[in-house]
């Protein structure tokens, strides 16, 4: 019998895994699990400074579901961050190691041993739970088991980075199962426990998005939280999925409010470096990969003439910022295609698709390669640009007279020079006053047609424009939250604020409020 049958065999005997670990005595995780030793090092020190920080206590009961390494170094320092301000916190989690991969169940609980050692430290202030063998509701509301395929479908989409799925696939059958057990799971959970607040990372994907469905379903206040390009900056929601970047809160508050000189000033800046190509501030992404060349020399480079030219440039193919956004198209690259089949056939017009520079870092299929997959031969006025291509997309935005976007900020920033913008997907800004957004195919094509022969009768007034660029200062700097540890560089970010200097003075004058929301109190906009 091989290792891998003999693991299914006693995945679920009891204490089989407990056994191997006590007389392993190795204190390493298994093989597919993941070490924590820099998490494990911390712990007491982060413990001991929370400790001395400690307020009186709140009353208030407030969860923090976590899961993948990632994140449940994250959410460890923001349970004892939420614990040293009172609140009695607890850090429910799961073992895993990854989201799409296959694990053992003896593996598991090995992983699930070496984990609850790792956050031992913990428990001195925030208490810890693993979930995965908690008890389990016997059965779901519809309300949630209506939901399972299409966050199943989800999770498959997000995992591969591609719209168009396999639901007979290993692994949407894998999410399908994972899904419907952590929601059972954590149904189970929230009935009997109680939570005042709950907080937890994304909201959108995963057993994150299944916890924050079933915390909805029962009325629990949550908030969700997840990371952009700035240091120090926080995405928040409370009561939705952050992933939506409903900014509807904030823009009825702020809209009417002028920006000030300074606040010009500065939102003019960030984007002379955003399309310059190079970083600014607290912005620690940059997605251009060539500084600005100027749009003569972009056209000349590409090939265009004097045609009227509109510039498609695409989303991340997968993002959960993304999935599930189409209004009237079936995902995505289901609206890229039927736009490409209208220009072909429109040859007196010009039409770039720009794939996103980001894709080149991801780890599934491009646009690109779907689209020329579906179109191997392109007329000469159909142009798609690569992820790695050495072409600045903002040099392509300032060449073009139209922009059609399904929900990336760049149409935002097309607007904010004067350009029409159609707007396919729910992004943030659509509503926002400076877009035009068709709602079905028929309008959409109609809207085509009227905007390709006279741009500058659809394009945004010069209040609109004003509106674009008031919200986009809002967006970037007041709609993220002031936060001491980003995701992405946790343990940078945790040499320059470490819990004793976040609980200090300078610490909480800064990000108190923002702790404050992650255990329920209302945002406050203005």
């Known amino acids: 019998m091989n290792k891998t049958k003999l693991k299914e065999l006693i995945g679920d005997l009891p204490l089989t895994a407990e056994l191997y670990w006590l007389l392993q005595q190795s204190g390493k995780p298994p093989v597919g699990g993941y070490a924590a030793d820099k998490l494990k090092a911390a712990l007491p020190r982060w413990v001991a400074q929370a400790k001395a920080a400690q307020r009186p206590a709140t009353g208030k009961r407030v969860l923090i579901f976590s899961m993948l390494r990632y994140w449940v170094e994250q959410t460890a320092m923001t349970a004892l961050a939420l614990s040293a301000l009172g609140h009695e916190v607890t850090l429910a989690y799961l073992p895993h190691a990854h989201w799409k991969k296959p694990i053992s169940r003896f593996d598991l609980r090995r992983q699930d041993l070496y984990l609850k050692d790792v956050l031992k430290p913990l428990n001195e202030i925030v208490r810890t739970v693993s979930l995965l063998d908690a008890p389990a509701a016997d059965s779901l509301p519809e309300e949630i088991s209506s939901q399972l395929d299409a966050s199943a479908y ?20 894998m999410r399908h199962e994972r899904d419907l057990r952590h929601a059972l799971v954590i149904l189970a959970f929230l009935q009997q426990e109680k939570f005042d ?9 995963l057993e994150f998005g299944m916890t924050f469905k079933v915390a909805r379903y029962l009325n629990i206040p949550v908030t969700t939280y997840e990371f952009g390009e700035q240091s120090e900056r926080i995405w928040m929601a409370q009561n939705a999925d952050v992933m939506r970047q409903d900014t509807s809160g904030m823009w009825n508050v ?3 409010t002028s920006l000030s000189e300074t606040e ?20 620690a992404r940059n997605w251009q990969n060539i500084e600005a060349q100027g749009s003569a020399q972009v056209r000349e480079e590409l090939g265009l ?41 429109r040859t007196d017009v010009q039409f770039v698709i720009r794939v996103h520079p980001g894709e080149g870092i991801g780890w599934g299929l491009s646009v690109y390669d779907i689209l020329k997959e579906k179109f191997p ?88 424009v004003e509106s674009a660029w008031t919200y986009a200062y809002r967006f ?9 540890w980003h995701v992405q560089h946790f343990w940078d970010d945790e040499e320059l604020w470490s819990i004793e200097k976040v609980m200090s003075a300078e610490g909480l004058k800064k990000f108190e409020k923002t702790l404050g929301y992650l255990a329920g109190e209302e945002m406050d906009w203005k």
């Open 305 to 345: 003439d004097q045609r009227p030219l509109v510039l498609l440039p695409a989303n991340v193919l997968g993002d959960s910022l993304t999935l599930g956004r189409h209004t009237f198209s079936e995902s995505m690259t289901d609206w890229q295609a039927r736009t490409i089949e209208f220009f072909a056939k």
């Open 377 to 464: 031969e392109l007329p000469e006025n159909i142009h798609l640009i690569p992820a790695d291509a050495k072409v600045n997309t903002y040099d392509l935005v300032n060449a073009a007279d139209i922009g059609l976007v399904f929900t990336t900020t760049v149409g935002m920033e097309m607007a904010m020079i004067g350009l029409p913008v159609i707007v396919t997907g729910q992004t943030h800004y659509r509503g926002k006053g400076f877009t035009i957004e068709p709602s079905s195919w028929d309008e959409y094509f109609e809207t085509l047609e009227k905007v390709i022969a006279d741009p500058k009768a659809y394009a945004p007034s010069r209040a609109d």
């Open 254 to 256: 702020r809209k009417d």
């Open 197 to 205: 607040a709950i907080a937890l990372p994304n909201g959108s994907i």
């Open 264 to 283: 010009w000033e500065r939102v003019k800046e960030f984007f002379s470096a955003r399309q310059g190509g190079s970083l600014w501030e607290n912005f």
């Open 154 to 173: 989800r999770d498959t989409q997000y995992s591969l980075l591609h719209e168009e799925i396999d639901v007979d696939s290993d692994l949407y059958a």
């Open 476 to 484: 970037f700097f007041e709609y993220p939250q002031p936060y001491p």
